[in-house]
């Protein structure tokens, strides 16, 4: 089976390099001609430690051409971290951009993995490379990525994707959102994880439209995020809530009026944000996109014209089907017969032509999550009399004070209405009274006591008195994941170290 190669070009806005498709499809031949002779064979798998490069999009094509797969790693995980993926993966050949990290080097050597440098790839004359006799070797059904979604110090969690369900997501895309505005793709995000990768950079990549890339989640860079909008005439970027709230705070807004659409997901997307993108941006469509790498990312958004933000909205299914099931058991043959009513909130399933093989060697998880096709999510949700899905939260986020249901995510909508709030992760813990409270993390503007005084007595006129916070913690910053997202678990224990401030006794 051959790949696809109506590829964009390639742009590193912040050093200045640009690989026109051209050079793209030159580099992409040395490539395929060096790794096979260095071995690389079908089935084998390729940790590339090195993303938001132009390198690692071209070195993706060679190893698929070659019938292999790829597992992008995050840079900057410890050598212990590298190992123990490793040891889950069982991968051929480690690809390196940079010079390698002589511990990750020999560790991983230990473990029988072979590291190769794409400077040394550089290297082979065009002329001489006979890549044509190397491929293509892939097939729909094989591995395509492994993507690790946790358990970088335990049990990795790696989710499988073939070609095939790879290929679905793009195409349920293409046929749902349309290329036309994907023409002038930005990155922000992390490339070794599903709303970076397979959504934001290959759907519009490997469609023929211009991606530029950034390394991802530096401030710097967020705080000259209006200026590069500018200056390449972006017309589409995906990110997270922190990021824009970073962006809406310190950033000059674009002037160019290039921006067309916005996606923003990986984290709900409270109303307030949702607007202040929409006026940031000046886009006429701003998308709360709901994804999860199991299903290759996006599935459903708010692209309905004329849309009015609420907290929670997602919209219309892209090339899926959402149902809100009443069980989230995977054990129970009469599941899908016990749908919730319009409004009702419950267990969040998707169907899709894009989920994921499985989760590598891992059967028992995988068998926890998928039954008969379908994908429980772990969300809980509901669907409107419109039709539109909307998100409450994560279920094990859920807070239980009493018998009464808290979910964080309405709380941190309120809070990011205040003027002073810079950043807030809202979380439950144990409680000898009501077997759990409300716990709430804030980062505000200077003076943050003062602030916090303030918002304690704003916040009374918004939420019911369960669901107003028993604990308040003022901290410097909120610890985030590598994808960008918070783990109120996280939170919560770093939290429980700490002494809270009490807002009615401040000073």
Request: aromatic content about 10%; hydrophobic content about 40%.
């Amino acid at each position: 089976m051959f790949l696809d190669l109506s590829v964009g070009n390639l742009i590193e806005p912040l050093t200045g390099r640009e690989w026109k498709r051209d050079e793209v499809m030159r580099r992409y031949r040395q490539r395929i001609a060096y790794y096979a002779d260095q071995g690389l064979a079908p089935q084998d798998k390729v940790f590339l430690h090195y993303g938001n490069t132009l390198e690692f999009f071209v070195d993706l094509l060679a190893v698929w051409t070659l019938g292999a797969c790829a597992v992008p790693i995050d840079a900057r995980l410890t050598e212990f971290e590298v190992a123990t993926l490793a040891q889950s993966a069982q991968p051929r050949f480690s690809l390196w951009h940079q010079s390698v990290e002589e511990g990750v080097r020999a560790r991983l050597s230990k473990q029988g993995v072979r590291a190769l440098s794409t400077f040394d790839a550089d290297t082979v004359s065009e002329k001489n490379t006979g890549w044509e006799s190397f491929g293509p070797r892939l097939n729909l059904d094989d591995p395509a990525l492994i993507l690790f979604t946790s358990g970088t110090t335990g049990q990795p969690k790696g989710v499988v994707h073939t070609h095939r369900s790879l290929r679905a997501r793009w195409i349920t895309l293409r046929q749902s959102l349309g290329l036309q505005k994907f023409r002038k793709t930005l990155c922000l995000l992390p490339t070794h994880f599903g709303h970076g990768l397979i959504c934001n950079c290959l759907f519009p990549w490997l469609s023929g439209n211009d991606l530029h890339i950034l390394p991802p989640f530096r401030p710097d860079i967020v705080l000259q995020l209006g200026r590069l909008i500018d200056q390449f005439g972006i017309t589409f970027l995906s990110s997270v809530p922190t990021v824009w709230r970073l962006a809406l705070k310190a950033s000059k807004r674009p002037e160019g009026r290039s921006v067309e659409r916005v996606f923003c997901g990986s984290a709900p997307l409270s109303a307030h944000l949702w607007k202040g993108i929409q006026d940031w941006t000046g886009a006429g469509e701003v998308c709360n996109a709901y994804g999860i790498t199991e299903t290759g990312s996006w599935v459903a958004g708010t692209t309905v014209p004329g849309v009015i933000p609420e907290d929670g909205l997602i919209g219309e299914p892209w090339g899926s089907v959402v149902r809100i099931l009443k069980s989230k058991s995977t054990e129970n043959p009469a599941m899908m017969s016990e749908v919730c009513a319009p409004g009702e909130s419950g267990y969040v399933w998707l169907n899709t032509p894009a989920l994921m093989k499985g989760y590598l060697g891992r059967d028992d998880l995988t068998n926890q999550v998928v039954s008969q096709g379908w994908f429980v999510t772990g969300d809980i949700g509901f669907i409107d009399d419109r039709g539109l899905l909307y998100l409450r939260g994560r279920e094990r986020e859920e807070i239980n004070k009493g018998g009464m249901k808290i979910f964080p995510a309405d709380i941190d909508a309120v809070v990011e209405r205040y003027e002073e709030t810079v950043d807030v992760c809202s979380f439950g813990y144990e409680d000898p009274l009501y077997g759990e409270d409300v716990g709430i993390a804030l980062v505000l503007k200077p003076p943050q006591k003062e602030n916090l005084k303030s918002l304690f007595a704003w916040m009374g006129q918004y939420l019911a008195k369960h669901q107003m916070p028993s604990r308040w913690f003022l901290l410097d910053e909120i610890p985030r994941t590598s994808r960008g997202k918070v783990s109120r678990a996280d939170v919560a224990s770093k939290c429980a170290t700490a002494a809270p401030t009490d807002p009615r006794t401040v000073s």
